[in-house]
T-cell receptor
Framework: KAGVTQTPRYLIKTRGQQVTLSCSPI?????VSWYQQTPGQGLQFLFE???????NKGNFPGRFSGRQFSNSRSEMNVSTLELGDSALYLC???????????FGPGTRLLVL | GENVEQHPSTLSVQEGDSAVIKCTYS??????FPWYKQELGKGPQLIID?????GEKKDQRIAVTLNKTAKHFSLHITETQPEDSAVYFC?????????????FGKGTSLLVTP
């Protein structure tokens, strides 16, 4: 069974631009969560989606948004990029929200 | 909110020795505690997890113990091998009416020297 896939794997953007990251969960998984990983803050929770509904959101500004589609694939968007948004963005999927989460390889975003 | 503390931040052991990583959490409602291993350039990989109705779980060389009263849980790796070198993260679940999330510790960089 294929794992969680994330595209693109690497991205370079400049301040003020926006970016969209994509996540395809493991087949059959209906819950998708997003995390931001930085050396200073570690792994921080961004959003949780289940059945196309955002159930939970972490402590991030409104520039960070996301959505989930009917096939459980998810996207996250960051608008008006700042230097501090440079990070590894990780997507994790699970059968249901309270089940074991399996992570993808991440998208490494560099903001210049 | 939930706060997860993880110690030590770095750990160096010789091949064959045991390694222990400890985590504490603050929310008594947390009921699921996974451990992830992250190698350079990869996403976190689940290595073992434990739920609050269990005190200990073992999978070959890896074991996790949970003390709900003290709100701490630990990862034990026995007979360490160089391929165990990686960053290890503990996490505690937060499941509320507003949704579900994992709150992670800051990570432990484990180095196993031959």
């Amino acid at each position: 069974k294929a794992g969680v896939t994330q595209t693109p794997r690497y991205l370079i953007k400049t301040r003020g631009q926006q970016v969209t990251l994509s996540c395809s969960p493991i087949s059959g998984h209906r819950s998708v969560s997003w995390y931001q990983q930085t050396p200073g803050q570690g792994l921080q929770f961004l959003f949780e989606y289940f059945s196309e509904t955002q159930r939970n959101k972490g402590n991030f500004p409104g520039r960070f948004s996301g959505r989930q589609f009917s096939n459980s694939r998810s996207e996250m968007n960051v608008s008006t990029l700042e230097l501090g948004d440079s990070a590894l963005y990780l997507c994790a999927s699970s059968l249901f929200p309270e089940e074991t989460q399996y992570f993808g390889p991440g998208t490494r975003l560099l903001v210049l | 909110g939930e706060n997860v503390e993880q110690h030590p931040s770095t750990l160096s052991v010789q091949e064959g020795d045991s390694a222990v990583i400890k985590c504490t959490y603050s929310d008594s409602a947390s009921n699921y505690f996974p451990w992830y291993k992250q190698e350079l350039g990869k996403g976190p990989q689940l290595i073992i997890d434990i739920r609050s109705n269990v005190g200990e779980k073992k999978d070959q060389r890896i074991a996790v113990t949970l003390n709900k009263t003290a709100k701490h849980f630990s990862l034990h790796i026995t007979e360490t091998q160089p391929e165990d070198s990686a960053v290890y993260f503990c996490a505690a679940s937060i499941d509320s009416n507003s949704g579900y999330a994992l709150n992670f510790g800051k990570g432990t960089s484990l180095l196993v020297t031959p």
